[in-house]
T-cell receptor, first 113, second 116 residues
């Protein structure tokens, strides 16, 4: 089945710097790659996503890139702010007659003011 | 989008007992998903609940331990049976709906379970 690996597990940056989180997936049939942000004690929420026919997508300070050949995708946050501090999960979704999403292990991002 | 109401939000249970978690969705969905998230860890898929058929369990999870009901397209329950302290975790239900040209996963608030 699908396996998603995520690195780093913890990331600490200074406010204003950029943060990059990287993920790899194993099943080439996965075709949708969402990223979720989970603040402490809250449910995960979608922040950006990308489909396998797109190489890059940007939404304000957040961008995601996808290399389908290498089976890896990355999240880039620019001009980080303290409110970006949270746990970020990458995920890969595969359509097996119904959608099934497998999550990475998560990255705990600390943005220091 | 989808709004999911999950309850209870938290519970403290005695070992050997069972707890049933409920999720209600504000729209009809074909599949509902149940995840476990241990403190500081990722979300692990327990099973997929389909209306009108038995749930599909992931490796490491069995129906006797985590029976699931899916009586209609807006509701599902997950029972954690014969609990032990190792079952202490956050349990979340989720649905995937068409949103902004893709599918997006929406989550319930989670149930924080502590087994003593």
């Amino acid at each position: 089945g699908e396996n998603v690996e995520q690195h780093p597990s913890t990331l600490s940056v200074q406010e204003g710097d950029s943060a990059v989180i990287k993920c790899t997936y194993s099943d080439s049939a996965s075709n949708y790659f969402p990223w979720y942000k989970q603040e402490l004690g809250k449910r995960p929420q979608l922040i950006i996503d990308i489909r396998s026919n797109v190489g890059e997508k940007k939404d304000q300070r957040i961008a995601v890139t996808l290399n389908k050949t290498a089976k890896h995708f990355s999240l880039h946050i620019t001009e980080t702010q303290p409110e970006d501090s949270a746990v970020y999960f990458c995920a890969a979704t595969i359509n097996t007659g119904g959608f099934k999403t497998i999550f990475g292990a998560g990255t705990r991002l600390f943005v220091k003011a | 989008s989808a709004v999911i109401s999950q309850k209870p939000s938290r519970d403290i249970c005695q070992r050997g007992t069972s707890l049933t978690i409920q999720c209600q969705v504000d729209s009809q969905v074909t599949m509902m998903f149940w995840y476990r998230q241990q403190p500081g860890q990722s979300l692990t898929l327990i099973a997929t609940a389909n209306q009108g058929s038995e749930a599909t369990y992931e490796s490491g999870f069995v129906i006797d331990k985590f029976p699931i009901s899916r009586p209609n397209l807006t509701f599902s329950t997950l029972t954690v049976s014969n609990m032990s302290p190792e079952d202490s975790s956050i349990y979340l239900c989720s649905v995937e709906v068409a949103a902004r040209g893709n599918t997006e996963a929406f989550f319930g608030q989670g149930t924080r379970l502590t087994v003593v």
